[in-house]
């Protein structure tokens, strides 16, 4: 049976989920189809509501991932933990319900990359995605003190509280200059181009060097202008599409299986058409 799945946010047009989930479906064997629409902030509700036809699940990215926590009937425990949701399905009786993959997709990301445990993080946003990166840091590396570097005040001191309330050792970073050099790795959650101005800046600081590895989820364009600054220091750099893939490899499973940790049939070949796919 065809079933109907769909990406929301915006902006959309770059986005490469439609072409890795497609690639995951022709190795699964199955004929689902995978769209995309632009979804601005505050319209996920009225989009859905007003749908004309059935669809069985919608990732979410940004700026709708607080919006659909609130909007679904029923919500994972990461998604009631970080109060964002990247994955809504429909179930049989005709409920949406939440789950939040990107923490599986950082941490998986990181291990695929075997990154070392980090003693200091630093984080760079403190929107939905770096909410998910902090609880990801607190599976990852439970005793790592934490740094957040973010201009917006109250939601940065937002996801302070947020992992002060995990356990976690956080504090907020004045400087991303020195931040930088003290991380054994940065996470960077901030939309592409956000951070090409303190790239610039950083590039030109005499005797800087970032201590440690960099994720940067922003994908597109890639390389950004902070992964290229990292990579000219000799630092590892894990690409924003590996945990597009990862978080999205958890999606398929809920589409699938109706869990994110049941693996897929034949998940390996499944990851390299993902892979692959990206690279188009």
């Known amino acids: 049976m065809t079933r109907r799945f769909a990406v929301l946010g915006s902006p959309i ?9 497609l690639a995951a479906y022709r190795v699964l064997g199955t004929d689902w189809e995978y769209g995309r629409a632009e979804v601005t902030e505050g319209g996920l509700r009225k989009f859905i509501e007003e749908l004309d036809t059935d669809w069985d699940g919608f990732s979410v990215t940004m700026p709708l991932k ?24 429909k179930n049989e009786q005709g409920t949406w319900v939440g789950s939040n993959t990107d923490i599986f997709g950082i941490v998986k990301s990181l291990a695929e990359a075997h990154i070392a445990l980090p003693k200091r993080v630093l984080i760079l946003g403190s929107g939905a995605t770096a909410t998910s990166a902090m609880a990801a840091v607190k599976e990852f590396s439970p005793r790592a003190e934490v740094r957040v570097w973010a201009r ?30 003290a991380a054994d790795l940065t996470i960077s959650t901030l939309p592409a181009g956000v951070l090409d101005d303190s790239a610039r800046i950083l590039a030109n600081s005499r005797f800087w060097a970032p201590k440690g590895a960099l994720l ?23 690409s924003g599409l590996e945990m597009l893939i990862w978080q999205a490899v958890a999606q398929i499973r809920i589409f699938f299986h109706g869990s994110p940790t049941k693996e897929l ?3 390996i070949a499944v990851v390299e058409a993902m892979r692959l796919a990206t690279e188009n």
């Open 13 to 21: 047009a770059h986005s490469k989920s439609p072409a890795i989930h």
């Open 66 to 89: 607080e919006e659909a926590a609130k909007f679904a009937d029923i919500l994972d425990e990461p998604s009631v933990l970080t109060a964002a949701t990247n994955t809504l399905v």
């Open 152 to 181: 917006n005040a109250v939601s940065r001191k937002l996801l302070v509280a947020f992992g002060k309330s995990l356990g976690l050792r956080v504090g907020s970073a004045g400087s991303l200059k020195r931040a930088s050099v």
């Open 216 to 238: 940067d989820v922003a994908y597109n364009p890639w390389p950004s202008s902070l992964a290229t600054l990292w990579t000219s220091k000799g630092q590892i750099v894990v």
């Open 265 to 267: 049939p034949n998940e």
